[in-house]
């Protein structure tokens, strides 16, 4: 499962920090990115791997187990 969170129309952040939080203990993924960044933030996650490197280059935010 994953869960993508929301951004508003000028792509800021809109969702609570606290749910995501409780998605990714659950051993959700939880991002959120631009369109553009989309399908490399999505194959990200299928190829398991880490949302925090990949973000790190690309840009955008996610929660996962263990880490905010």
Do not use: K
Request: net charge positive; glycine share 14%.
């Amino acid at each position: 499962m994953v869960a993508l969170l929301a951004l508003d129309d000028v792509g800021a952040p809109s969702w609570s920090s606290r749910h995501a939080v409780a998605l990714a203990h659950l051993g959700i993924r939880v991002f959120a990115c631009r369109p553009d960044h989309f399908p490399g933030r999505m194959a990200a996650v299928l190829e398991g791997r880490d949302l925090h490197a990949w973000m790190g280059r690309a840009g955008g935010v996610g929660v996962e187990h263990g880490r905010g």
